[in-house]
C-alpha cells in the first residue's frame, strides 16, 4: 500500500531551498514510517478462536468418558447429557433468562457503583500523601480479603435484603479498582506530566486531559479484576443468602441444586456462572482493553 | 505573541518590541537536603532578546536542563529571579518528543491550543495550520507511534508552536535523531524560526549544531554550572555546518569547551 504521508503538501514559503529540504523530508518520513497492519479475521480465528473450543470440546469429551466409565455415581457426576437436559429445562421454564439476569444486573450495577466510588477514592489516594499513606496499605490488604467474609457482617447490618449482596458486591470489588488507578497512576512516565504542565493543562484540566488518560492502562486492569471481584462477591453472597426477597440469581440457583441434591442443576449453575464471567471478559474488557494498547502502540501484533 | 492568532493587535514579529523575552538574573539553584547539598547553577545571568535564537552551551550534566526547567516554571530557582514577560507560559521541547500517546497528532496540538484557551471551532483549522508549517500537512489522525522520531519531534515542536508563547525553549530536542533527520530539522527550525519570530533558548552539547542554529552562542562551565563565555554570530542563514565561517568558528567554541571540561579532570 502507498504511504499518503508523503503526498502532503510542501510548503512554497523558502523557494527553491525550501522545496529541495521538503522534498528530501517527505523522503525520510517514507522510509521511517511504521504500519500497523490489523491481523486478518483468518488468522484470528485459526490462532484466536479455534484453540478455546478444542479445550472445552477436550473437557466435554473427558467428561463424558467419566460419566459412562462410572467412575462416580449418577447422582455425584451426571453427564454433560444430564446438565444440558437442566439447562434446557430452564429454557423451556422460561427462568434461565430470568435467573441470569437477576445476578447479572445486580452484578453490573454493584459494578458501577463500585467504579463510582473506588475512582475518587484511587485518585485521592495517588495524589495526596497524607491519605495515600493512611489508607493505602489498608486498600491493598482489603485486595486479599476474601469478600465472603463480609457475608456475616453486612446481613447483621442490613438483613437479608439488596442493600446487604449490593454492600458485599463494592467491599469486593472498590479495593481493586482503587488499586488499579493508583498503581496507574503510578506508573505515569514523568514526561508526561511535565509535558501536561508545559501546555497548561493543570489542576482539574491535568487530571482530565493527561492523568487520567495516562493511568488508563493500569485503571483498565483495574477494572477487569474488580469485575472479577464484583461477580465472586455476588456469588458469595447469593449462595449464603437464600430469601424470598431476594428473587433467584445464580448462587441461589446453586444453593436450590445442593438443598435437592441434584447435581445437575449445581453443575448447570457452575457453567452459566463461569460463562457470564468469562462472556464479560471476552466482550467487555478483552476489545477495551486491546483498543487501548493498539492506539498507544503497545499491542504487538503476533 | 509572535503568530497570527492575536486579539486585534496587526499579526507578526513587530508585536514583540516590549521588553527581553526572558530574564534570567543571578540564578542559582542547588539540589539535595541541607548538609549534603549539590550546586548545580551558581549566578547565572542571561538575557533572551524579543525574536532571538540563543543556544546554550555545555557538557553533559552541567545543568542545562535544570536551567529550561527554571525558566518552564517547572521548578523553583535557589535564587535569583527569572521573568517572562507578558504572563504566559513559555511553550518547552524535551528530548522525547512527550507527545500523548493516547491522541493523534492533531489532538496532541488541539488539547495545547485548548489549554490556550482557543475556541473549538478554530483548533482544528489551527492544528492543521501548525502541521502544515511543520510539513506534515497529512499526519493529522496519525498515531504517534506510527511516526518517525523525525516526524515524532515535528509534532512536538507544533504543539511547542501551538501555545503561541513569545518564548520557545528547547532541551536537546533532535539529541537522539540520527544525524541526516537531524540536519534537515536543523533547517525546518530555522525555516519556522524566521517565520514565526519566536525567541528560542535552545540547549545542546553539540557544537555544531550551536552554532549552525543560533544568534548568540553561550558556553556554561560544569559543577558548578556558570557562564563561562559568549559569541555572537552574524553568519547569515542558511548556513551549512560545511561553511569555513561556520566550521572555524565550531573548531573554536569547541577548544573552548574542552579546556572547560579539561579543568575538572585536574582536581
Ligand atoms: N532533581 C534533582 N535532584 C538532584 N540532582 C539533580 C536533579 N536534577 C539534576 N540534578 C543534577 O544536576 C546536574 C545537572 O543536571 P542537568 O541539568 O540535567 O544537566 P544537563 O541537562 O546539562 O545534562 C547533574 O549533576 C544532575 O545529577
Ligand atoms: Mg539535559
Known amino acids: 500500500m502507498a504511504s499518503t504521508e508523503t503526498t502532503g503538501k510542501t510548503g512554497t514559503a523558502g523557494g527553491e531551498d525550501s522545496a529541495g529540504l521538503a522534498g528530501l523530508e517527505a523522503g525520510l518520513d517514507a522510509l521511517d514510517t511504521r504500519t500497523t497492519a490489523r491481523t486478518p479475521l483468518r488468522q484470528v480465528l485459526l490462532h484466536k478462536v479455534l484453540p478455546p473450543i478444542i479445550a472445552v470440546a477436550l473437557v466435554v469429551a473427558v467428561w463424558q468418558l467419566l460419566y459412562v466409565l462410572e467412575v462416580k455415581p449418577d447422582y455425584q457426576l451426571p453427564g454433560p447429557g444430564q446438565v444440558w437436559d437442566a439447562l434446557a429445562d430452564q429454557w423451556y421454564e422460561g427462568t434461565l433468562f430470568d435467573v441470569i439476569w437477576t445476578s447479572l444486573s445486580r452484578g453490573v450495577l454493584g459494578f458501577l457503583i463500585a467504579i463510582a466510588i473506588g475512582t475518587p477514592l484511587g485518585l485521592i489516594v495517588a495524589k495526596v500523601p497524607f491519605v495515600r499513606a493512611a489508607i493505602g496499605p489498608i486498600l491493598t490488604g482489603l485486595q486479599s480479603l476474601p469478600s465472603v467474609a463480609w457475608v456475616p457482617a453486612a446481613i447483621i447490618w442490613f438483613g437479608l435484603t439488596p442493600s446487604m449482596i449490593y454492600a458485599v458486591v463494592l467491599l469486593g470489588a472498590v479495593p481493586s479498582i482503587a488499586n488499579g488507578l493508583v498503581s496507574g497512576i503510578g506508573q505515569i512516565p514523568p514526561l508526561y506530566l511535565r509535558a501536561g504542565q508545559v501546555i497548561g493543562a493543570t489542576g482539574l484540566h491535568g487530571v482530565r486531559h493527561v492523568l487520567l488518560p495516562a493511568a488508563l492502562p493500569g485503571y483498565l486492569a483495574g477494572l477487569k479484576q474488580g469485575w472479577a471481584f464484583s461477580w465472586r462477591s455476588l456469588m458469595a453472597a447469593e449462595i449464603i443468602a437464600t430469601s424470598p426477597d431476594l428473587g433467584v440469581g445464580l448462587g441461589q440457583l446453586l444453593e436450590t441444586g445442593r438443598g435437592y441434591q441434584d447435581m445437575a442443576i449445581v453443575l448447570n449453575a457452575i457453567l452459566l456462572i463461569l460463562v457470564v464471567g468469562v462472556a464479560i471478559e471476552l466482550l467487555v474488557f478483552g476489545p477495551l482493553e486491546r483498543r487501548v494498547l493498539r492506539n498507544r502502540g503497545l499491542l504487538v501484533a503476533r | ?267
Open chain 2, 1 to 267: 505573541m509572535s503568530t497570527a492568532i492575536t486579539d486585534d493587535a496587526p499579526a507578526g514579529p513587530a508585536q514583540a518590541g516590549d521588553g527581553p523575552a526572558a530574564r534570567i538574573t543571578h540564578v542559582s539553584k542547588t539540589f539535595g537536603r541541607p548538609g549534603e547539598q549539590l550546586l548545580v547553577l551558581d549566578d547565572v545571568t542571561v538575557d533572551v532578546a524579543p525574536g532571538e535564537f540563543v543556544t546554550l552551551l555545555g557538557a553533559s550534566g552541567c545543568g542545562k536542563s535544570t536551567l529550561l526547567n527554571l525558566v518552564a516554571g517547572l521548578d523553583a530557582p535557589s535564587a535569583g529571579t527569572i521573568e517572562v514577560p507578558g504572563g504566559q507560559r513559555p511553550a518547552l521541547m524535551f528530548q522525547e518528543h512527550a507527545l500523548f500517546p493516547w491522541l493523534t497528532a492533531g489532538k496532541n496540538i488541539e488539547l495545547a491550543l485548548k489549554m490556550r484557551g482557543l475556541a473549538k471551532a478554530e483548533r482544528r483549522t489551527e492544528a492543521e495550520r501548525l502541521l502544515e508549517l511543520v510539513r506534515l500537512g497529512g499526519a493529522y489522525g496519525k498515531r504517534v507511534h506510527e511516526l518517525s522520531g523525525g516526524m515524532r519531534q515535528r509534532v512536538a515542536l507544533a504543539r511547542s508552536l501551538a501555545q503561541d508563547s513569545r518564548l520557545l525553549l528547547m532541551d536537546e530536542p533532535f539529541a537522539a535523531l540520527d544525524a541526516i533527520t537531524r540536519d534537515v530539522l536543523h533547517d525546518e527550525l530555522t525555516r519556522i524560526w524566521t517565520e514565526t519570530k519566536v525567541s528560542v533558548l535552545f540547549v545542546t552539547h553539540n557544537v555544531r549544531e550551536a552554532v549552525k542554529l543560533a544568534q548568540r552562542v553561550i558556553l556554561m562551565s560544569s559543577r558548578p554550572g556558570r557562564i563561562a563565555r559568549e559569541w555572537t554570530i552574524d553568519i547569515p542563514q542558511p548556513r551549512r555546518i560545511e561553511d569555513t565561517d561556520v566550521a572555524n568558528l565550531s573548531l573554536e567554541i569547541t577548544e573552548e569547551l574542552r579546556g572547560e571540561i579539561r579543568r575538572h579532570g585536574k582536581h
